[in-house]
């Protein structure tokens, strides 16, 4: 990339919204999805794209297709971006330590699993201890978790099976077994043993998209033992995928907790994958390397270790 590339800059500043847009765009890859993500109309996101062209003076994205190459200058865009939010959550973090009566904000991503412990355990100590602190909390898959980590949107993220990436430090962990989960009147319930994924191909199954850590691990043992899955459900949802099983529409695999009350209840059946890599799966929290962690976060972070038992 050429770092000397020069554009002119309006008088008036960069319009944020467009920014943002901008940024969704170079996220996601595509007009369509950033436009879905942002739930406006795709022709209403080129738009705004290219009135973000203009009002830079020079091109952010050639088209190919129905593809976008982002120029050299989406990247010093990007680059620009970026320094802004780490700015942002500097600003906070100073604000926080400096303001008595302990006024901070907290960018939290996460997997919907941990979303109900998330509110009604980690919020209500915090916000108890803390009443004015700001907690902004995203629920999004694991890709996405890691992603808005490393390009400082959030402070610190919590995700099942997480991608690896360089820049993220797992500050605590827990393994938590990816398990199948069953309907209790499901042939498969009367097993007293491990089931390989193998055996389960003729069941309809839920699942949840690619990007999600319960997918990536599915994907990979499914590509080992080179077999395919019944997809009869796909959802980006572990409600849904909890309840497709309890309706005893098919089978599905999560996490013990993410079912534990329906096995309680009698409606589900868990069972152990035979797979090293689905048992030794971990759910974990994580920064950026290298961030200055301030008190809110150390506050949040602490909080989060005891409520999810992590080490």
């Not at 050429?2 to 309006?10: C, E, G, K, V, Y």
């Not at 979303?115 to 915090?126: A, E, K, N, P, T």
């Not at 055996?199 to 499914?222: C, N, T």
């Not at 890599?277 to 602490?302: D, F, G, P, W, Y």
């Amino acid at each position: 990339m050429d770092r000397n590339l020069q554009f002119l800059a309006p008088l008036n500043g960069i319009n944020e919204k467009r920014l943002r847009y901008f940024y969704t765009v170079m996220m996601f890859g595509s007009m369509r999805k950033a436009a879905d993500i942002l739930n406006i109309e795709q022709s209403a996101m080129s738009r705004q794209i290219q009135l973000f062209e203009a009002e830079l003076k020079i091109q952010l994205f050639k088209r190919k297709g129905r593809h976008i190459i982002p120029t050299d200058a989406a990247y010093l865009v990007l680059e620009y971006f970026k320094e802004n939010k780490n700015r942002e959550n500097e600003l906070f973090d100073s604000l926080f330590q400096l303001q008595s009566s302990q006024l901070g904000k907290v960018n939290l991503v996460s997997s919907e699993s941990y979303m109900q412990h998330m509110i009604y355990d980690v919020l209500r100590h915090v916000h108890h201890k803390y009443p004015n602190l700001e907690i902004q909390l995203e629920l999004m898959s694991g890709n996405h978790v890691v992603r808005h980590i490393v390009d400082s949107l959030a402070h610190m993220g919590l995700a099942y099976n997480p991608p690896f990436h360089a820049d993220i430090s797992t500050i605590a962990h827990k393994v938590e077994p990816f398990i199948l989960a069953v309907p209790s009147s499901h042939p498969l319930a009367e097993l007293k043993r491990s089931v390989c994924l193998s055996e389960i191909s003729a069941y309809k199954f839920a699942l949840m998209p690619v990007g999600h850590g319960f997918r990536q691990l599915l994907d990979s043992e499914m590509g080992r033992l080179q077999v395919s899955l019944n997809i009869g459900l796909t959802t980006n949802s572990i409600y849904a995928l909890k309840n497709y099983v309890v309706a005893g529409h098919g089978i599905s695999a999560m996490r013990y907790a993410d079912i534990a009350d329906a096995i309680k209840d009698g409606q589900a059946v868990s069972l152990t994958i035979d797979s090293e890599l689905c048992n030794t799966a971990q759910t974990q929290l994580m920064v950026r390397k290298n961030m200055h962690l301030s008190e809110s976060n150390h506050l949040l972070i602490e909080r989060i270790r005891s409520s999810f038992n992590l080490t």
